[in-house]
């Protein structure tokens, strides 16, 4: 089993049945949607699929709290060297590596990705997603920030995730209509949407996403900020 948390926005937290913890694009303080009164316990592995405020701000502080494994691109890993931050692992597209009971692939995403940092934009890498195999054989991918392209169906061919985590924002990411033809593609058994509620500007919403997936049999599993979830 895997406990997992909806931080907001795109920041989760996930409990493995051995006992590790994954934070995935750590946002936590300025997040609108980050529940009050969740605290970490331990932080074991960290996972940035890109270099936005949003996905990375609190990556410094939390790291130097739990002094996790973690995983991103080479560029964002040399940045939080620059930090003084131990335990990187840069990776790049098509690549996998071990870390912990993990084994970790990063796969295509179209995003931007930059770090703002004292009024100038750092060159972070390319955005990218992340194939998570479990050690129970099951795979989860984490999506990031993307919009729809076509090499998703080369995703369901590989790896054959049973659980997708996809954008449905629209405006920085996918909208419910191209995540829908995200899931033609990746024919996950679940889907969790994220990316979305945390400002007005992002209008997608897991309901509209369900419409347009219905005759797939495709579960869309909203979950709530700071509820946690067994799969």
Known sequence: MVQITWLGHGTFQLALDSGEVVVLDPW???NPKYPEGHAFSRIDIMLITHGHFDHIASAVS???QFSPQIVANYEICQWLGGKGLPNLNSMNKGGSLAVGPLSVRMTHAIHSSGIEEEGQMIYAGEAAGF???LADGRRIYFAGDTGVF???DLIRQLYQPELAFL????V?????QEAALACRMIRPKKVIPMHYGTFPLLTGRPGQLADLIKDLGIEVWELHPGQPVEW
């Open 150 to 152: 076509s090499d998703m």
């Open 172 to 176: 920085y990411t996918m909208s419910p």
């Open 28 to 30: 936590t303080q300025g």
């Open 62 to 64: 939390l790291a130097k």
């Open 131 to 133: 194939i998570l195999h």
């Open 167 to 170: 954008p449905i924002g629209d």
